[in-house]
């Protein structure tokens, strides 16, 4: 019998939130979200990840290249990151879907 897996399509983490890499070779290091793929899992964060690309050149007077490219990091291996207690956090939502808090203090923070 085949199981059908389901892909996460909601996350507490949003574009554009500061995150904390907790596992891997960035482990320790914070970013802020470029872009989310939700079915995927995954996430390109400025800063972490970053892989060399070898770029060709295209016309003969221009040469090739090494570009260092961030490249996307799974959902589970971040966590947010609130900069006043200046580590990473676990997300609940406030009394509406439009606010987060974290467990620690409970301080609200808007949805963007």
Same mark, same amino acid.
């Given at each position: ?40 899992? *995954?996430?390109?964060?400025?800063? =972490?990840? $970053? ?8 016309? +003969?007077?221009? %040469? !090739? ?13 971040? *966590?947010?990151?609130?900069?006043? =207690?200046? $580590? ?8 509406? +879907?439009?606010? %987060? !808090? ?11």
């Amino acid at each position: 019998m085949k199981v059908k897996r389901i892909a996460l399509t909601k996350s507490k983490l949003r574009k554009d939130d500061t995150v904390i890499c907790i596992s891997g070779k960035d482990k320790g290091k914070t970013g802020k979200i470029l872009l989310m793929n939700l079915k995927a899992q *995954m996430a390109i964060v400025e800063g =972490l990840n $970053k892989r060399k690309k070898f770029v060709k050149s295209q016309k +003969k007077e221009s %040469k !090739s290249e090494v570009v260092y490219m961030e490249t996307a990091i799974h959902l589970s291996n971040l *966590m947010f990151y609130d900069s006043s =207690l200046k $580590k990473g956090v676990r997300l609940g939502y406030g009394c509406s +879907k439009k606010e %987060k !808090s974290t467990d620690c203090d409970s301080a609200l923070i808007p949805l963007l």
